[in-house]
């Protein structure tokens, strides 16, 4: 197992260095100078072309393209990201700040659509043709359909504005220091229920209409119907036999969750004004703060690359016919 | 770890009597997640003091400075500090702290202010000389005696800003990363110790105004499109400030469209600038004008009439340069071409809103703009490489040199402009500014490279319990919060 | 009566079809005419669809009221190929036609947005007056902060968020499917080289990839399309490879090669051709995508900018108003939501016709 573990992560490797490359090489053909942002957020003041010319020096901007690109390979090689130029601080403070944030968001959300997609994909398999099935069936679909970001404006309209249910931003209350441990996770669920069930709530349709599919798969395979044979309960086959083998490729589903759920955090940590990394990222591109585009991405490569080998593993852990040579089933 | 066991302390204080505490507090909503460090000055202010800053007037009012003296040429100032004043760990502050905040500032690491000289006189007495005459309004400055020993390589992150020792109004209380400062008052600040005993900045990210209508937050800088949402809600003020700024169409002089200053001018009578501030909910007496202006004739509310609002007028001079809607279809035309442009708008600032309302105004006078809204760094590569016909942008007066001195991007050449604004740069001497201004804005009457659309100006949201602001030259309640306080007789 | 039972279904929709034409050239009968006086040549082709498909319909009609008379007179013995039999499976599929209507009435509202739109979408009026009005019959959606009737606005809209829908799945669908099949077909050294830039691309999350792309580059429609759909093919890429290697082992391929077909002719010509059904199930579903993405990049502020009105950006302007004009952003997310669930329905039902056992368990 380390060694199927081992060598998964040896061939991460090049993958990471071609999306490195490629970023790189897409960050600086795109039109516009950082060098511009910087003068224009300080435009209080006329501006020296020497001061310029000293930060360009700085920042290493003077140099030939392969150059830098040598340099900033080999930086981030040793973990070194660079300084960001809008917010003039090492990139990798700035995203270990952030990284967190937007961790607790996709994690819960992935939770969230655990525990809400893999119930109603269940009931729905169950009750197949009933009305039941029928309403989580369409229903999920448009729950996939309908925009996250659209839906957490209109959520903090209705639950933070009009009722004032939820809080509608920031990760914590003012007085969170004054709080009892207990009274503090609250408080961060409390901040954090909004934004995940946004995020998570598409991601949940789609598991459900996922372990809906394969379930009813399962069902109709023979082992069930000898268990059902057998005059096993209809509760004991679905929890005992067919639950467990339509589990195996959900697994896997979870793994590709990750990229959907990163791209949609963007948007909702916009909506919900939450510091995450996404946020980050999109401020960094309009600012061409280039060494914060650069590392947004390569670490969304990494967390992309690590799902899907978590996936991959806990695939071969629950799947005994995989063997850990690597071989890898669709 | 003696920082950490004060921030105890300090916590448990504010946990003993959070009823009371909330009474004088004011929270305010900030943008940005990583505010507290040095050179975002507008909240530097609240913690260290500047030399001097400008008054009502916008003349100079001393700060850490008492009295200043300047050679002939204001190339180079003395300065005599006051001696009461005194960084929050009882230490006063002297000239060396003066002189190691300019050079620090100089180094190349850093490298915001090069070109700087101070010498220390003595104690109170700093001199200081640049290579252009210039008063330096906006450094304020660090305790030598805490930062000396430092790496200034490392100068964005040193712990001291997350914990500075300052000397001005307001002390850093406690600071949570992507949350929020705590600032309480200064009881040692030589002015009195501030009316407001504590201000949170919260970082809200856009959601200032959510927070603010759920009464979260006390104050929040605004948007004009919330003005409507906010006038109907009595809790809240609104004050707007101005400043001598603009947000102007800028013409590319060399474009055949615009090559004839009478084709200018009846643009600018096509518009309707009073229309625009209304529309765009912005006060009726902000200033419209067609001048360049210096903060202190702003303030004085010096500024000459605007070209008006004439449609008649503008058709005459249209007609006089030979555009006329011959067939009738609503555009003019010359040569059979209509007259048809596009202008390049940068993003933010919601200027793409006032491009929208200055199409609508342009198309009644027979003139067809369209809208192309760019993020400001490529707006920039196409400034540069000439690739616009008109651009829709904020005009700040200490960019005159750029936008219409020698090699503008605009291909604006008028030699009386030039020369004024060469002769700008020689000077430091209030009065000539404002009589090179007033010329170079008699120019502008007959040969106008821009039309000022609207002033540069700020709305701000206030609870009214929080008192001491006006609109507009104490609108900003970030620079103008030691001024402030808190009236709890409308409670929350 | 004629046993077939006419007028039938096609029949009844063919004649609801020519119904709505003729309201709407009794509605707005001066517009479709005055459009022929303008220089817009949206404006005409709105027109010219209008009063063309009153005749086409009644054509249609006619010729299939001879055809069924003919086919009575002499009765089938034909035999139904697969593509009828899918047909006839996904007519049967109810949820499915209820999204082609929609998909279809979407799009003929986009086309016929000048004759649809009551109100030009960037005129201004006297704004004071007439901005944010909140839904009425004269402004279904409202006004927003400009007093622009937003129902005319959410009509140009359609015509942006879908057309770019449409054309970046074909540019994602094409490239996808020529990658994928030359990868699959020519295997060994050239597959490996293909499909590690495949894995490369997949390991990024595509929105932040769109993201970068759309946010550095100045994106028009044209360049927003493009980068919508190079971001968006690696997965048909994939999957149209593993169809092909199973294709190629199968006897008409190797047939094909036998006889000495090139490659290029037995990708397009036989290859490509019987991969097709998972790559429509896929390509229905993924235009829904697409329009979700630009809406969201509009959203952000990066994808299509104001004052061309998209879906995505009404929302954003909607946002900075929430509290103002809740009908802003309202309507448009309806919109997009309606719309991207009628491309998943429509996808549903194309994978049950075109083949319900196996495509189910390979792809969802």
Known sequence: MGRYILKRLLQAIPLLAGIATITFVMVHLAPGDPMDMYIEQRSQREFDPEVIELLRKKHGLDQPLPVQYVKWIGNVARGDFGESFRYRRPVATLIAERVPYTLQLTALALFFDALIGMTLGILSAVKQYSRTDRIITVGSLVMYAIPGFWLGIMLVLVFSVNLGWFPTS???????????????????????????????????????????????????????????????????????????????????????????????????????AWPGMGLLAVDAIGARDYPVILATSMIAAVLVVLGNLVADVTYALVDPRVSYGGKRLA | MLQMLALGIAGCRHGGDPASARGSTLVMAVPDASVLKPDEWDLDFLTFLPLATRNEQGE????????????????????????????????????????????????????????????????????????????????????????????????????????????????????????????????????????????????????????????????????????????????????????????????????????????????????????????????????????????????????????????????????????????????????????????????????????????????????????????????????????????????????????????????????????????????????????????ISDVFQTDPPMVRLLPGSRVWFAHRRIRGLSSPFRASADTHMEDLWVEDATGR | MAASGWPDRRAAHALAFAAAMVLLLTWRHERVFAAFATPHVDRWAASLFVLLALPASVALLIYDARRRRNQQARPAAQGRSLLQLAWRRFTANRLAIAAVYVIAVFYLVALMAPIIAGYDPSALEDVLATRYQPPSWAHPFGTDEFGRDLFSRAVYGARVSLSIGLLAMLVAVFVGTLYGAIAGYFSGLVDNALMRLVDVLIAFPTFFLMLMLVGMFEAGIVVLVFILGLTSWTSTARFVRGEILSLKEREFIEGARAIGLPAHLIIARHLIPNAIAPVLVSAAFMVGGMIGAEAGLSFLGIGIRPPTPSWGNMISAGQDALFVAWWIAFFPGCLLALTITAFSLLSDGLRDALDPKTLMRKYL
């Open chain 1, 170 to 272: 920031q990760t914590r209350s003012l007085d969170y220091e004054l709080l009892s441990a207990p009274e503090k996770l609250l408080d961060r669920l409390w901040h954090l229920a909004l934004p995940v069930f946004v995020l998570g709530v598409a991601s949940a349709a789609g598991t459900a209409r996922f372990m809906r599919n394969k379930l009813l798969d399962v069902l109709s395979e023979e082992y069930v119907l000898a268990a059902r044979a057998r005059g096993l309960s209809e509760r004991a086959v679905i929890l005992h036999h067919a639950l467990r083998n339509a589990l195996i490729p959900i697994v896997t589903i979870y793994g590709l969750a990750l990229p959907f759920l990163l791209g949609g955090a963007v948007l909702i940590e916009k909506v919900f």
């Open chain 2, 60 to 439: 100079l009012e001393g700060r850490l400075a008492q009295r200043w003296q300047h050679s002939a040429d204001f190339k180079e100032w003395t300065y005599h500090l006051r001696t009461d004043v005194h960084w929050d760990d009882g230490r006063p502050v002297t000239a060396r702290d003066v002189k190691f905040t300019l050079d620090l500032l100089g180094h190349p690491a850093i490298a915001a202010y090069p070109g700087i000289n101070a010498t220390v006189v003595d104690d109170v007495t700093v001199r200081i000389r640049a290579a252009k005459p210039h008063y330096i309004d906006d450094i304020v400055y660090y305790p030598e005696h805490l930062l000396r020993s430092l790496d200034p390589g490392k100068f964005w992150e040193w712990a001291f800003w997350t914990h500075p020792v300052g000397n001005g109004p307001f002390r850093v209380l406690r600071y949570l990363p992507d949350r929020l400062i705590e600032f309480e008052t200064n009881p040692g600040y030589y002015k009195g110790r501030p009316r407001i005993e504590r201000v949170i900045l919260k970082f809200v990210g856009e959601a200032s105004l959510t927070e603010l209508l759920s009464g979260n937050v006390d104050v929040a800088r605004g948007e004009p499109s919330q003005v409507p949402r906010i006038a109907s809600d009595r809790r809240f003020s609104i004050y707007n400030s101005v400043a001598p700024g603009a947000y102007p169409i800028y013409w590319k002089i060399e474009h055949p469209l615009f090559r004839d200053p009478r084709v200018r001018r009846a643009l600018v009578h096509s518009l309707d600038r009073r229309e625009l501030l209304r529309v765009l909910n912005l006060p009726e007496e902000a200033p419209i004008t067609d001048a360049v202006l210096t903060l202190r004739q702003l303030r004085r509310r010096e500024w000459p009439e605007p070209l008006l609002y004439d449609p008649a007028g503008a058709r005459t001079l249209y007609a006089a340069a030979g555009w006329v809607d011959r067939n009738r279809d609503g555009v003019l035309e010359k040569d059979g071409r209509p007259f048809r442009f596009t202008v390049s708008v940068g993003n933010g600032f919601g200027l793409e809103k006032v491009a929208v309302y200055v199409q609508a105004q342009l198309r009644r006078a027979g003139v067809q703009m369209d809208i192309r809204v760019f993020d400001e760094s490529v707006m920039w590569d196409k400034l540069r490489a000439g690739d616009f016909e008109a651009w829709l942008y904020v005009h700040q007066p200490t960019s005159l040199r750029r936008d219409f001195g020698r090699g503008n991007p605009l291909g604006y050449a008028n030699p009386a402009v030039f020369e004024l604004i060469d002769r700008l740069q020689q000077t430091a001497d209030p009065n000539e500014e404002d009589r090179i201004y007033r010329k």
